[in-house]
């Protein structure tokens, strides 16, 4: 079964850090586009990047909300990828989504058709 | 960036009857070299994920139900249910992917 597994969300003051993770299993994550969503509490999504997959060097682009501090990366060893969050805000809280993009350039388009179950990020004094 | 636009905020419909959604985006989305929308549309269920429906903005993803259907080009596009059932009630999001990826902001679906 195809599936994706995020952790390590929790409570963090603002200006702080932390890992995210994305555990993948029935299908190989190198292979593929790999993107992070969020969502705000009762808000919609918001595109927060992605990373190509490793014949695209593993390439990554951010959102302009997140730019500079947020870093996605992957481990192909244990099928993972991971977002690292620094300088948190208050206006980071959300549900954290990782997900599999279809899409490897332009011409076969970015939607997502694997999707987590979301870990929670409360950025707070 | 392309904003997207979703109307309306939401809408109640009773079991059976059709639903329609539409979706706008700022610029057009269609690429003119492969004649392709870069618009998808998602089911999102309380307490759950996004879940892939329909992609280049007409095209079923396996395993969807074919009330579900998506129509429309350029700027302008509808996803339609055309008989709505129970499992149904949930927030519907486009998604443009023609530049990077933006959402528009959902529509509530339920049932009158």
């Known amino acids: 079964e195809v599936q994706l597994v995020e952790s390590g969300g929790g409570l963090v003051q603002p200006g702080g850090s932390l890992r995210l993770s994305c555990a993948a299993s029935?299908?190989?994550?190198?292979?593929?586009?790999m993107d992070w969503v969020r969502q705000a509490p009762g808000k919609g999504l918001e595109w927060v990047g992605r990373t190509r997959n490793k014949p695209n060097s593993y390439t990554t682009e951010y959102a302009a909300s997140v730019k500079g501090r947020f870093t996605i990366s992957r481990d192909d060893s244990k099928n993972s990828l991971y977002l690292q969050m620094n300088s948190l805000k208050t206006e980071d809280t959300a549900v954290y989504f990782c997900a599999r993009d279809r899409g490897f350039d332009f011409w076969s388009g970015h939607y997502m058709d694997v999707w987590g179950q979301g870990t929670t990020v409360t950025v707070s004094s | 960036d392309i904003v997207m636009t979703q109307s309306p905020d939401s809408l109640a419909v009773s079991l059976g009857e059709r639903a329609t959604i539409n979706c706008k985006s700022s610029?057009?989305?269609?690429?003119?070299?492969?004649?392709?929308?870069?618009l998808a549309w998602y089911q999102q269920k309380p307490g759950q994920p996004p879940r892939l429906l329909i992609y280049w903005a007409s095209t079923r993803e396996s395993g969807v139900p074919d009330r579900f259907s998506g129509s429309g080009s350029g700027t302008d596009f509808t996803l339609t249910i055309s008989s709505l059932q129970a499992e149904d009630v949930a927030v519907y999001y486009c998604?443009?992917?023609?530049?990077?990826?933006?959402f528009g902001p959902g529509t509530k679906v339920d049932i009158k």
């Open positions: 029935g299908f190989i994550v190198s292979d593929h586009f």
């Open positions: 610029q057009s989305v269609l690429y003119s070299s492969n004649n392709k929308n870069y």
């Open positions: 998604q443009q992917y023609y530049t990077t990826v933006t």
